[in-house]
């Protein structure tokens, strides 16, 4: 499985789009890349998910590469129920998760 | 419809003992994984189960084990265990899509901390 590079913190104003960045450069070409998110004390939750396209759903955009290196996840409009540990998995058979990047949404 | 469910929440063992932590997957889920998270890290991937078998397995050593039933729930049985041993471990459940190809949409649920004194 590929790994993965993400910063480990970021904040991001309340309203505010929060771009969570994701450097994957050894991605094979039948990986996925997929997002997660864990707030405290809960386990992790899906976000999204795309092999080559961009994606977008009620949650957040995913934004790869044309050469599939790298990802961006978007949260439009941030809030402080965003607050969380955001994952950023590439995945060919089984999900290896790193240490992802702590976002804390701020007021 | 009922998530992914863990039992007990807590648990508190002592070094050597033994112990089994239960999952229940997502209606419709047959597919089971199971993840250990020590505080402040990520979680790392234990195994798979699938049709009651083993289908992929994490680097942990054979005191970890588990068991899928009919019904697709599972446990996790961890032998003598060490103080290291204490986190939180979470079960995930999926369904397969096709060829046996597991989907890796994971539903987890909130997990059981696990103490070892």
């Known amino acids: 499985d590929a790994k993965t590079t993400q910063p480990p913190s970021m904040d991001c104003a309340e309203g505010r789009a929060a771009n969570l960045p994701c450097n994957h450069s050894?991605?094979?070409?039948?990986?996925?890349v997929y997002w997660y998110r864990q707030i405290h004390s809960q386990g992790p939750q899906y976000i999204i998910h795309?092999?080559?396209n961009n994606e977008t759903n009620e949650m957040a955009s995913l934004i790869i590469t044309e050469d599939r290196k790298s990802s961006t996840l978007i949260l439009p409009h941030a809030t402080l129920r965003d607050t969380a540990v955001y994952y950023c998995?590439?995945?060919?058979?089984?999900?290896?998760f790193g240490q992802g990047t702590e976002l804390s949404v701020k007021p | 419809d009922a998530g992914v469910t863990q039992s007990p929440t807590h648990l508190i063992k002592t070094r050597g003992q033994q112990v089994t932590l239960r999952c229940s997957p997502k209606?419709?889920?047959?597919?089971v994984s199971w993840y250990q998270q020590a505080l402040g890290q990520g979680p790392q991937f234990i195994f798979q189960?699938?049709?009651?078998?083993?289908?992929q397995r994490g680097n942990f050593p054979d005191r970890f084990s588990g068991h899928q039933f009919p019904n697709y729930s599972s446990e996790l049985n961890v032998n003598a265990l060490l103080l290291g041993d204490s986190a939180l471990y979470l079960c995930?459940?999926?369904?397969?899509?096709?060829?046996?190809?597991?989907?890796?949409?994971?539903?987890f649920g909130s997990g059981t901390q696990l103490s070892v004194l």
């Open positions: 995930a459940s999926s369904s397969v899509i096709g060829a046996g190809q597991p989907n890796e949409k994971l539903f």
């Open positions: 050894t991605i094979s070409g039948n990986e996925y």
């Open positions: 795309g092999l080559k």
């Open positions: 998995i590439v995945s060919g058979g089984k999900l290896i």
């Open positions: 209606s419709g889920h047959d597919t």
């Open positions: 189960y699938y049709e009651e078998e083993e289908r």
